[in-house]
C-alpha cells in the first residue's frame, strides 16, 4: 500500500517534469525540467518499487539510484554548457561565461586531443 503511493507520487513527478519540458522557453528553463525533477520521480518510484520486490530487486533499484545521482548532475552541467556555447544568450542579463573562451588556459576540451598543427 505504502509503496503504492510512492510509485503513484513518483508518476505525477514525473508528468509534471514532462510539462515543465514542453511547457518552458528556453533550453535553460528546459534542462532545469529534466535535471531535477525527473531523478526525484526516480528516486521516489524507485523507492515505491523497492517496497514490494525482493531483495534482490531493491538492491539494482539501489545501485541504478546511486548511478543516477552521481553521474546526473555532471550530464546536466555539460548539456547546458554545450546549450550556452551554441545558442544565442541575449536574454540572459549577466553572462559570467562570455569572455571564457578568450580567456588564457581556457582551451576546448578537443584541443586537449587534436593539435592544429601537424606533428609526425
Not at 528516486?43 to 543516477?68: C, E, K, N, P, Q
Amino acid at each position: 500500500m505504502i509503496g503504492d503511493i510512492f510509485i503513484l507520487t513518483g508518476g505525477i513527478l514525473a508528468l509534471i517534469a514532462g510539462i515543465g519540458m514542453v511547457r518552458f522557453e528556453t533550453a535553460y528553463a528546459r534542462f532545469h525540467a529534466a535535471g531535477k525533477a525527473s531523478p526525484v520521480a526516480f528516486l521516489v518510484t524507485s523507492f515505491g518499487a523497492a517496497m514490494r520486490t525482493d531483495y534482490t530487486g531493491a538492491a539494482y533499484l539501489a545501485i541504478a539510484a546511486v548511478a543516477m545521482v552521481v553521474t546526473l548532475p555532471v550530464g546536466v552541467h555539460l548539456l547546458f554548457r554545450a546549450v550556452h556555447r551554441t545558442s544565442n544568450n541575449d536574454h540572459l542579463v549577466v553572462d559570467e561565461r562570455s569572455d571564457a573562451d578568450d580567456r588564457p588556459g581556457s582551451e576546448d576540451s578537443t584541443s586537449l586531443f587534436y593539435s592544429s598543427g601537424s606533428e609526425s
